[in-house]
């Protein structure tokens, strides 16, 4: 598995886990918001506890309140760095 999460990962989590469907390249999109998606931060909430559960590890506090996609891979991915250089 991974040590980072991608766009298209994202994207098929948010269908798993917050019943959105969206195209991983509109994720990627500069300035992409995730409430334009429909993605509130219940959904994310999922979304980081499905990462925790896949991974073993606690993701960064305040990922599930992250407005874009990118910053919400921003720090996940940082938890996942930290937890494979550990």
């Known amino acids: 598995m991974s040590n980072t999460l991608s766009y298209p990962e994202l994207a098929a989590l948010l269908q798993a886990r917050a019943g959105v469907t969206v195209d991983p390249d509109d994720l990627a999109q500069p300035g992409a918001h995730f409430d334009s998606f429909g ?28 407005k874009t996609p990118a910053e919400f891979l921003e720090l996940v991915n940082s938890s996942l760095s930290a937890k494979a250089g550990a």
């Not at 073993?56 to 305040?62: A, F, I, P, R």
């Open 39 to 66: 993605v509130d931060s219940l959904g994310l909430l999922g979304i980081v506890g499905e990462l925790e559960n896949r991974h073993g590890l606690k993701v960064t506090s305040g990922a599930e309140s992250a």
